[in-house]
């Protein structure tokens, strides 16, 4: 489990790191523009915004009442770097569950 979690961990930090990255060497906005105009790009944030919704629900079956609001609700700015940290931090509890 601590392997999974620190592996976890890792990729999420990586993604992080990637994503600064694109802030500073891509072109934001044009970027912004080809997501809400071509066909693909339309997917794409669809595709995205609806894991962000299936994970919410995930979170809102694994976490206590106003704790699942402090998770989701940052999801849509931070997107997936935040659900890797609310997994590593739950992993040990969701495989508690799963093992019964």
């Not at 990586?14 to 500073?24: K, Q």
């Not at 995205?48 to 998770?71: D, H, K, P, S, T």
Request: net charge positive; charged share 10%.
């Amino acid at each position: 489990m601590g392997l999974l979690r620190t592996l976890l961990a890792i990729l999420g930090a990586g993604f992080a790191a990637l994503i600064v990255w694109a802030l500073f060497q891509g072109n934001f906005s044009q970027a912004g523009r080809w997501l809400s105009t071509d066909p693909w790009g339309i997917v794409t944030l669809v595709d995205l915004y609806f894991g962000f919704l299936m994970f919410a629900v995930i979170i809102v079956l694994v976490e206590r009442n106003r704790q699942a609001l402090f998770w989701i609700i940052p999801i849509p700015f931070l997107g997936n770097v935040w659900v890797v940290i609310w997994f590593v931090m739950r992993l040990p509890r969701i495989a508690r569950a799963f093992r019964g």
